[in-house]
């Protein structure tokens, strides 16, 4: 059954560093999506991104973070200058259609010191 | 502020027995609702979709919508171990060129009592 994967599982770095997260969401899929849940709280939207543009993205996803589709299957989240508050687990999604049923990666788990 | 609101739990159920979970949302105009499951430490996994008032069934796992209400629920009958985790509600909210982002309540925490 296609899944939706991430890497790394876990990343580990120090405040102020940049962070790629990538993803490689299930492969017919068109809509792509950013959350986190920082420990104990609930999953927050952070971006959707459709045709190789943002549709939507939250007001926590402010200047310091950006999204890419650098080729046809992978999907990556940049965190230019890490702060402590961003840590927390991010996961990526995907969707087939919209509105439809989003299938989500396994998470990477980032711990910023 | 689009919220969808749970029951934090801890909601314990004997093994065998049914277990009820609520939701209510606030924004009249969401189309799809979600039913997810999460593993302490692990990702979302799809339990139920459902777009439309009234139930739906899927093996031990039945739905419920009520668009007048503002009210999703779910139903786990049977109830087993395994199905010891958090039950997140997922709500779409209609975002801009037709994508749609989820928002989450903040999950009922169940336990299944052998």
């Known amino acids: 059954e296609p899944e939706v994967t991430q890497t790394p599982s876990h990343q580990v770095t120090q405040m102020g560093q940049e962070v790629i997260l990538r993803c490689v969401p299930i492969s017919n899929h068109l809509y792509f999506y950013w959350y986190r849940q920082i420990l104990g709280q609930k999953v927050e939207f952070l971006v959707s991104f459709y045709n190789n543009e943002i549709s939507e993205k939250s007001e926590i996803f402010d200047d310091q973070f950006s999204v890419e589709r650098p080729d046809g299957s992978n999907f990556t989240l940049k965190i230019r200058s890490t702060k402590l508050e961003d840590s927390a687990m991010y996961f990526c999604?995907?969707?087939?259609?919209?509105?439809?049923?989003?299938?989500f990666g396994p998470g990477t788990r980032l711990t910023v010191l | 502020q689009k919220e969808v609101e749970q029951n934090s739990g801890p909601l314990s159920v004997p093994e065998g027995a049914i277990a009820s979970l609520n939701c209510t949302y606030s924004?009249?105009?969401?189309?799809?609702f979600f039913w997810y499951r999460q593993y302490s430490g692990k990702s979302p996994e799809l339990i139920m979709s459902i777009y439309s008032n009234g139930d739906k069934e899927d093996g031990r796992f039945t739905a419920q919508l009520n668009k007048a209400s503002q009210y999703v629920s779910l139903l786990i009958r049977d109830s087993q171990p395994s199905d010891s985790a958090t039950y997140l509600c997922a709500v779409n909210a209609r975002a801009n060129f037709g994508n749609e982002k989820l928002t989450f309540g903040t999950g009922t925490r169940l336990t299944i009592i052998p």
């Open positions: 924004d009249r105009g969401s189309q799809s």
């Open positions: 999604a995907s969707s087939e259609l919209a509105p439809d049923t989003q299938y």
